[in-house]
């Protein structure tokens, strides 16, 4: 008998989780051939999450959670649920049922029936985003890859359901800095995808932000690409070359022409121009460094305060 584990990373989810749970019920009353555990991650919530959670677990015993100290993130949560799940095929889910589990039984069949490591899916549309964040999400996956070796397929979910050795390759990458989509990807495996229109969520209010995507992109184009930083290489040299030019021009017209150096407004423009570009270039440079920084600390990804 197969044993699945599915992971419910949770953030304030306190009114969506009775509802993901009668669904999850009812995905295991539908293949009864196959041993379920439900492991729940309260990542810092600062609602009645847990609370929810332990009156689950008293009533099921195939319920188990994890609780941070406080909130890490959802790359800790994840991180956390694939450490402690312990069945041969492991699934990330939502807990807001933006995910349908019903995909599941049908990702398993896969799975056992054909040559593939993973089933992972993909919304075919973002109806119900507002349109400036669709239109930002489908550029960040066309930025990403262009400028890095690793696929991010356009409008992958974290949702899916992997065997027992893609988890335990995906574990051994025990960065700090993490970003799922990319690490889906650069342990390699076959995966199969499936397309699915989206979903609202069922009650709560979402976590995400449009700053908070946009600081999450970074984070993938940082973990995963270092292409930024030869553009800010090219950007120094390019400017460099431009800089000696124009001082080549001046001298040569000073002594051809006799004109004076004119229009310090000019000038001005081209100091703050060039002064801008240093500083993204800078910048480039600080968020690697920051990286780096955080990742020779050596700090945990999360701390528990409890589990069950």
């Not at 450490?83 to 807001?96: C, F, H, K, P, R």
Request: aromatic share 14%; hydrophobic share 45%; with cysteine.
């Amino acid at each position: 008998m197969d044993k699945i584990s599915l992971i419910v990373p949770c953030y304030n989810e306190e009114q969506a989780l009775p509802y993901l749970y009668k669904e999850v019920v009812k995905l295991a009353e539908e293949m009864p051939d196959q041993e379920f555990e439900f492991i729940f991650i309260n990542d810092g919530s600062r609602d009645k999450t847990l609370t929810v959670i332990k009156e689950l677990r008293e009533s099921d015993e195939r319920v188990h959670f994890v609780s941070f100290s406080r909130n890490f993130g959802k790359e800790a949560g994840i991180y956390a649920g694939l450490q402690a799940a312990t069945g041969n095929y492991v699934s990330l889910i939502d807990a807001d049922l933006q995910d349908p589990p019903s995909l599941i039984k049908e990702m398993y069949e896969t799975l056992k029936t054909e040559d593939y490591d993973c089933v992972a899916t993909r919304r075919v549309d973002r109806k119900g985003e507002p349109p400036i964040r669709s239109f930002f999400a489908k550029q960040f996956y066309k930025l990403i890859n262009k400028i890095s070796d690793t696929e991010v397929v356009d409008g992958a979910r974290d949702f899916r359901l992997m065997t027992r050795q893609m988890v335990d390759s995906i574990l051994e990458m025990g960065e700090y800095n993490r970003f799922s989509k990319g690490i889906f990807g650069w342990v390699g495996f076959k995966t199969k995808w499936i397309a699915f229109e989206n979903v609202e969520r069922v009650a709560g209010e979402t976590k995400w932000s449009f700053i908070g995507l946009f600081l999450y992109s970074l984070e993938g184009i940082i973990a995963f690409s270092t292409r930024p930083l030869i553009i800010a290489s090219v950007f120094g040299i390019l400017f460099c070359v431009i800089a000696f030019i124009m001082i080549c021009f001046i001298i040569f017209k000073k002594i051809l022409f006799g004109d004076p150096v004119q229009g310090y407004a000019s000038t001005l423009c081209i100091i703050f121009f060039i002064g801008g570009i240093q500083l993204f270039c800078l910048g480039i440079l600080g968020q690697y460094l920051s990286k780096t920084y955080m990742e020779a600390k050596k700090r945990p990804i999360y701390i528990v305060r409890e589990r069950a």
